[in-house]
């Protein structure tokens, strides 16, 4: 299955960047029935702030601006939503009031530069960013990581995504008033961020990553410690998810909210828990393959509760998987040595990661040792583009469990 | 069956006492009306989110902020602080102004700049009662300990 | 006092032959308005029966024209309304210069002192038809709504024809026409007989020509429609009540007509976005309440037994507390909205927006009163009245008869839904117009001073017709429904049942909200705290036109909850949404004229085909009709 989640446009033409089963590739865009094979062509060819932006009229019907500054959803960005009192008729979804020129200032810096930036387009994914542009220099520059490494890499990711989860289902429960669940769920959350500073000295995993090696290896006790800090948090996290299962209060006010049809999330190039929530593989998860890969959780209802069913799963699963190979990490040996390439000083290079909220990918130029042309593309972009759909219909007091449940944030979207 | 949450949420004792320190000394003395009763309204100008995730760390029972008399509003109308998180992109420059406008006196504005470095967004604007300026990110318990700071309430 | 009588008629009769100076004209209204009013106050205060005029036109039939106490107070309630109106129509008459106005304005109002002073139903009809049909001659605004406004007529040509038939019935069983003979009346005549009121009172369903034609007419007009003209409804089942005999099954069908007429009337107020539609509404609403305590009124008093015999002298009050209420608010209402519409010149809520800042205080604020009167908010007059009803109907346990008690408990239930209803709809009536946000708009520069001084008087009747109420009650004849409890002194507490049911004293609150309103404007005005003014906080950035939350949206959640009774529709498009709701129970109305256009077509075109032989047979069997009828009648 082929999914597109990028459009290049270079020198010589437009390029396709298309997710086939998990795999990154470029297409050459020939122009010709691309909207028929691809449904998210139109918007990721015209990439505008301003996503959906068809105004409804009417008698009654006005405009209901949510943001910049709101308390709800502290990130600087505006939802318009036309309605006539309590049906949401269109959400036009602004994301300009964030633009912060992060691809723009990547341009004509060295790569670790270019690293740092790409660090803070959105720090919460800030090890998938790291990863994904750190992955499309090397392939650039075709610089071959250690393996030691590429484990490292992949551990990270596992950990950003359990606290990204955590944030994700702490933000349904407390949307829906469950106020003893969302205390003890975001104690978790602020328990996997201490993790993260346990392994790598920074609580949102940044600074670790560099251009074909990580600057400092976790080992030693700090690594044992956190074994046993991921064993009691997906512990606890079980026992707490389950407990919250248990209230129907909370399951109706997922339930039903911001349904996603199989077709309506495949052709808007939707990945991650959003997709696999309509019952979808979208093949990420064998970017782990050197390791193991991760086993896949798919549901069929294509809700908010199926989104967030998929991401505690989810957690339990990366807290299992960071056990098991933290435990062995001590038994890594570093048999095949970074090598680069003192010679190449040009090439492009295109990367993707498995993000939590799906996938993130990188396309860029070196040139000259500079990074030139870079293209993030970010799951949050075609995300805002599906809760805008989503949001169509709903009532206004579903609409955190209809944004929340994708987890998905503007800084990522308007990079 | 529905679970009795009290049962399972009174089990576990989770606030945290430590020590909180700010890592910067307030530019201004601040008044003594704030006393165990501070509200404070948090506006991201241009963050990179890190900030947004720790503003949620810290409403996590372990650092349990109410105990202190700290909340976060809903409205910049009800609040004593404006914590600025990053500095603004160009299109938030006229709501930021426009919220500092609501605020009722006296009140007190923190700035965090997440990314002193990055080129692309603009200065801030001229801040009334600007009593702090931090950089970097920083963790929950340095965010604690200024409030403290500004609010005078005795750590315990 | 006969002498002041005639002198008034004649002012009246004086001010419709000048009517093509409107400003006099009017001026001669209000000067018969004020000998009416003083009449009717000397009557409240000497309630001995007066013959005002006599004349005999057949042996059996004596024109008579009389003031008793019943005749008084509603004199009196509808001279304060009149003075108002007249006053505020010199100003007003500036954007209305039709000469039928103040004609069909004087004239309609002898109609009405007639009906309010007949001794026999055919003085009283006389008085029904001038009122009617120079009430129709009012409404010929600017537009000519000419289709919309024969509705009315027709509607009150029912009317008519109900009376008619009832009092013909009268006639036929007693004799005579004189309200003195009603004892010996009729089941049928007696159901006739108020049906011709409540077709007046604009009941459901007999409310159906005032949709589309009320936005069209005079302000004035419609206060006049709404507010006097209905309460000579309620006059009329006041009257007949007492009077003809009574009967159980006919008392319950008044209670649950009003009852359920007040919830329609509310439900169907708080979806229109029309500006002076939702005050009709609100007639319907009103006059539903009125006619539930009348029914409970009629039904109580068929028992002997102390308490219900208190009850229904408590119902009566009720009905006329709440008749006063009516009156007085919705008066000021039409007034104030017309004030602002014509001020803004526009037509919905939505667009009215902001008459506090945009048109004038005394306008919003008579919008305000009496939404607020209409909302039941204490100490207004309003609040006493609905209350009162309420807690006649809460009492219905105390009838022998569970059946009785069943149903008007359930009209109870209906009528504290229209009233809860009738609050979300006031509430946007007032929160989007007279407080709402003007947005800079400025209004015409109109010459209002009259228009001010009218709805002043208005606004300061409706806070101390609430606070004096225990006085209103004794002019009203009732003072031993007052008492004294908990260390208020004696006629300060309305006691609603013997033994005390409930208890309320307006004048009690008005006291108490009076000093918790002077002590914080004491206290403000003592700190002299500095002010400082912003925008209104709308997420950081200036809210725009096509932002601005609209009245629809306002009840568009009520109109999704109860759509089985609105038959909400959503109409869809890409671009276009809008929702619709309908008023069921006027499909019947609007069928009607339908109907008989077609029947009319279909019998037009099967006579009138050009051949010489239909026409002649239709003459043939027209002629042998008339002339069979013409046998039997012989």
Known sequence: MKILIGIISTSKGDKLYVLDDGQEMLINDDGKNQKDIYGNYSFLKKHSFKINDYPVTGPGVFRFRYGPVTSGIREAGVFQLYTYGEKILRATIDLSWKYREMAGTMQMTSPEAGLLMAERVCSNFAMSHSVAFSQSVETALEIKTSLLTKNWRILLLEAERIYNHLYVIYKLAAAAAQKVLAAHLSALFEEALRLNEQLTGSRYLMGINSIGRLNNNPSGPAVQKAVDGYKNLANTFTRLYEHGLANYNFLDRLHTSGTLTPDMAESMGLTGPSLRACGIKDGLNTTTSHLISLPVITQSGGDALARMEIRAGEIVNSCQYLIDHLRTSDSWIDNEETQIRKDKTGGTGYSVVNSPSGALGYYLNVKNGNVQDVNPFTPSYIGMHAVSHALEGAIFTDFPFIFDSFGIHFTDASC | ?156 | MALIFFLSLSLFIGGAVSSSKIKLSYGFGFAGSIGIFLIGCYTLVHPQPKILWAYPLLHNLVLTLSIDHLSAIFLVIAAISWMALALYSIDYSNFYAQKTLPLGFNISLVGMVLILTAQDGFTLMIGWEVMTIFAFLMMMGRDHPFEKAYRFLAFGEISTVFLLVGFSALYFTTGSLSFESMNKGSLFALVMISLGFIVKMDIVPFHGWMRGIYGEIPDNTAALLSAPVTLMGVYGLERIIPLLPNNETWDIILILLGAFSAFWGSLHAAATNKLKLLPAYSTVENNGIILAAIGFYALAGNFLSGNLHYLALFAQAASIVMAISHTFSKTLLFMSIGHAKEAYNVHTIDEARGVWSGVGRIPAFGIVISALSFSAFPPLIGYAGEWMVLETLFQSYRFPSTSLAFFSALAGVFIALAIGIIGFAMVKLIGYTALGYDHGRKSLKIPSRLMHIAELSLELILVLGGIALPFIIILLGFPHLLIGLLGIPAPLVLASGQPVFGVISPTFIGLIMLVLLIIPVILFVKTKKKVRKVNSWNGGVKLEEKEYFSAAAYSQILEHVLRGFYKTREIKDKTYRRIKVEDVLIRPMTALPRLVKKIGERVASVLMNGKISTYVTYILILFITVFIIGMIVM
């Open chain 2, 1 to 156: 069956m529905i679970k009795w949450w009290p049962l399972y949420g009174l089990r576990r004792k989770l606030t945290e006492q430590k020590k909180y320190i700010s890592p910067v000394k307030l530019r201004n003395a601040t008044t003594k009306i704030f006393h165990r009763s501070l509200f404070i309204y948090i506006l991201d100008a241009g963050s990179s989110n890190a900030l947004n995730f720790e503003i949620n760390a810290l409403e996590s029972p372990q650092y349990n902020i109410h105990r202190f008399g700290i909340y976060f509003t809903d409205s910049p109308r009800h609040a004593d602080v404006l914590l600025i998180l990053g500095r603004p992109a160009k299109a938030m420059l006229e709501p930021l102004k426009e919220t500092i406008s609501q605020f009722p006196e006296p009140f007190y504005i923190i700035t965090i700049d997440d990314f002193p470095d990055h080129p692309g967004l603009m200065d801030y604007p001229e801040l009334p009662n600007h009593v702090a300026a931090l950089t970097g990110v920083p963790s929950p318990s340095q965010i604690l300990g200024l409030l403290l700071d500004i609010s005078k309430t005795k750590r315990r």
